[in-house]
């Protein structure tokens, strides 16, 4: 089977969508299928063609002259590739590959990453469309996307060749206690409610420490909110991290405050290495933390919620530990292999209503033409 992965770029720098679509199209190849991205590029661009992923690519347009070139070249790839999948991880490659989808009998998969994003019933007019989370399917069919094309895959991390095994990571010297978020610096993970909660939770524990691990386009008002706090002096910025799993292994307390989350695929990470989890019960991280048996789940948007539930994990050790077991049971179900099998399943549906050849046939390995490469 060939799948063509579209993605406006293969940044490293921790952007969840990109990782899941690269763990996804490495895990394919793995699997056997003829697999290759295309995108403006990053820094995953190495990583992927030594899993035998092929990279192609393709500046995003911004303009309607954009639009037609990069039309143009997309038609390249799909003449010589002939992609029996074309699987679409955001709007504008939708978009092109719809276009063009004409031309060429492939099958479109558009993949939802975030229900909170704009246009969302756009990704209804693929063949299938993604969902990250139960919570996600709900949202996506009530925004008048058919029923008949939803399917859950929920995001899976573990086994990701992105990252060393766990057991080979260090973790980082923190101060005791330790309250760890990793995430992007925005509005919409929680950081306001976040930093409210550690007036009370600082009160009350003189020596508990913050770390906020990430970057984004809020971080320069959440520092300025934390430099007008009264314990300024135990919060710690700590931007982005290429291995943010190093903080989780010492953290005493991981907590993820947003008010929004898709599925969080962070929580999976946070599992894996064994943090005790508060977060709040948002779309679909109540699947991500087993309705709640593998962390505790707080109400959205409550600073008090929040400081109950961490202020009950800092006064107790054994609770500590009870919860750092339980994040940690179950968790092989969200191995990279597994997204990937069920991805397939998916695939080979689709194509069996189109009516494309069988998926047992050969496959052939792409070549791109001259005038398409780059």
């Not at 992609?83 to 939708?94: D, I, K, N, S, Y």
Request: proline fraction near 4%.
């Amino acid at each position: 089977m060939r799948v063509l992965h579209l993605l406006n770029d293969v940044t490293d720098r921790g952007n969840g969508i990109v990782n899941t679509a690269v763990d996804l199209a490495i895990a394919q190849a793995r699997q056997g299928l003829d697999v290759a991205v295309i995108s403006a590029g990053g820094g995953y661009q190495s990583l992927l063609s030594a899993s035998g992923v092929r990279h192609l690519t393709l500046d995003q347009p911004r303009s309607i002259r954009q639009a037609w070139r990069a039309i143009h070249t997309l038609r390249g790839y799909f003449s010589s590739f002939e992609p029996e999948v074309v699987h679409a991880h955001m709007r504008t490659g939708l978009l092109l590959a719809w276009v063009l989808r004409r031309m060429s009998p492939f099958v479109l998969i558009s993949h939802v990453h975030n229900v909170h994003d704009r246009g969302l019933t756009l990704m209804g007019i693929a063949d299938r469309v993604i969902a990250v989370s139960e919570s996600v399917a709900g949202t996506i069919a009530r925004r008048l996307i058919p029923k008949r094309k939803i399917r859950v895959v929920v995001n899976r991390t573990l086994g990701s060749v992105r990252v060393p095994a766990l057991h080979d990571i260090r973790p980082v010297n923190l101060q005791h206690p330790a309250i760890v978020t990793v995430c992007g610096m925005s509005k919409r993970k929680g950081i306001e409610e976040l930093l409210h909660s550690f007036e009370s939770i600082g009160a009350e524990f003189d020596d508990v420490h913050l770390y906020l691990v990430g970057d984004g386009p809020d971080r320069e008002q959440f520092e300025m909110q934390a430099k007008q706090s009264r314990f300024s002096e135990r919060i710690h910025f700590e931007g982005f991290q290429r291995l943010p799993q190093s903080y989780m292994l010492s953290a005493d307390v991981f907590v993820l405050a947003s008010r929004r989350e898709s599925f969080g695929l962070v929580l999976i990470e946070a599992r894996e290495a064994g943090c005790a989890i508060v977060a709040t019960n948002i779309d679909g991280v109540s699947e991500a933390l087993d309705g709640g048996n593998a962390g505790i789940l707080v109400a959205p948007r409550s600073p008090s919620a929040l400081t109950h539930a961490v202020g009950l994990l800092l006064l107790d050790k054994a609770e500590v530990q009870q919860w750092r077991h339980k994040a940690q049971e179950g968790i092989s179900r969200f191995r990279v292999e597994q997204m990937a099998f069920e991805m397939k399943a998916i695939y080979g549906e689709a194509l069996a209503l189109r009516g494309a050849p069988s998926l047992a046939g050969p496959t052939r390995k792409y070549s791109a033409p001259d005038s398409v490469k780059r």
